[in-house]
């Protein structure tokens, strides 16, 4: 089971103005071949199928937490489209026969982001052409090293598309997100490694990074390095997966120092509280009158 903590990962200022264009290329990360829906339902697959867990407890654990942690990085990625895209103000009044949202054919990102009925103006769970995201892209064989195989590649073919995405735009708000990512993702791969290693013997971390970039390179990289989150395993339980100390242990690839496991969830920062936008019913065209329900409700229930 899992307890949902509603708080971001970690800290996001709200962008300035809207980046629709950053906002295309974010979206990629979540719905893409190597987005973040792979990566968590790729792990959230293998720990639900995972054969022998009492005799392979420790890789059990590894792949049931990241798959855990994973679910934070949607949420992240989801809350950074959803900013890049905040604030497109309508052109021209609606009630008078004006295609008041006209200008946002071109600006960036998919028609289906604006019309299809869901979301307006905010995350899909689709690449950034608009195309829904497949379970094909799951992949679960059953063998522990082969798998482990897998999300080492998975990781570090993430890690590329970052990259990528990360050349696209000089957002700052899309950059503090993708700083956190490629810190996070890179020990995800290391751990991948390690557990290999231990398994085979074959030392995976010599491969490290994929592509050949430091992370002290990428500038917004450096804050999170600087606080050593690239030494940090999060146990998100209170109780369970302990056994992931028995394999991440031992001093970081870069020399900063020792590896931890921490207990429970990072601090992390408030998730946006985005406006509505009734010009295109969302939450309706009055909210004013759901706005007045909810508060009665709130009421009630804290009275």
């Known amino acids: 089971m899992f307890l949902r903590v509603d708080r971001l990962q970690v800290e996001m200022p709200m962008p300035k103005d809207p980046d629709p264009s950053a906002a295309a290329a974010v979206q990629e990360l979540m719905g893409g071949r190597f987005g973040e829906m792979t990566t968590l339902n790729t792990y959230m697959y293998q720990s639900f199928n995972f054969r022998e867990r009492g005799k392979l407890r420790p890789y059990y ?18 809350a950074a489209v959803n900013g890049l895209l905040n604030g497109a103000e309508p052109k021209g009044d609606m009630s008078k026969g004006d295609a008041s949202f006209k200008h946002m054919i071109g600006a960036g990102g998919s028609i289906k982001t604006h019309v299809a009925p869901g979301p307006f103006g905010g995350i899909m769970c689709a ?41 696209m735009t000089d957002n700052p708000a899309a950059r503090r997100m993708l700083g956190y990512l490629f810190t996070r993702g890179g020990v995800h791969a290391e751990a991948y490694a390690r557990a290999l290693e ?4 074959v030392d995976m971390k010599k491969m490290l990074p994929i592509p050949n970039l ?13 606080e050593g989150w690239h030494r940090r395993l999060y146990r998100f339980s209170t109780t369970d997966y302990d056994e992931i100390k028995m394999i991440w242990q031992g001093q970081a690839l870069d020399g900063s120092g020792p590896l931890e496991v921490r207990d429970g969830p990072p601090e992390g920062g408030p998730q946006y509280d985005l406006a509505a936008v009734p010009e295109a ?23």
């Not at 590894?62 to 934070?72: C, D, K, Q, S, Y």
């Not at 231990?198 to 013997?201: I, K, S």
């Not at 430091?214 to 600087?226: A, G, M, T, V």
């Open 61 to 78: 654990a590894l792949i049931a937490n990241i798959a855990t942690e994973e679910l934070g990085h949607i949420e992240l990625v989801g």
């Open 214 to 226: 430091q992370p002290d390179q990428i500038p917004e990289s450096r804050p999170f390095l600087e």
């Open 281 to 303: 019913f969302v939450p309706d065209y009055h909210p004013q009158e759901i706005l007045e329900i909810a508060q009665k409700l709130y009421k009630k229930a804290s009275g």
């Open 198 to 201: 231990q398994l085979t013997g």
């Open 127 to 167: 690449d950034s052409l608009g195309r829904p995201w497949s379970g094909e892209y799951i992949f679960n064989s059953g063998n522990l090293i082969l798998d482990l195989l897998h999300n080492f590649f998975l990781e570090n073919g993430a890690r590329t598309a970052k990259l990528r995405v990360y050349q």
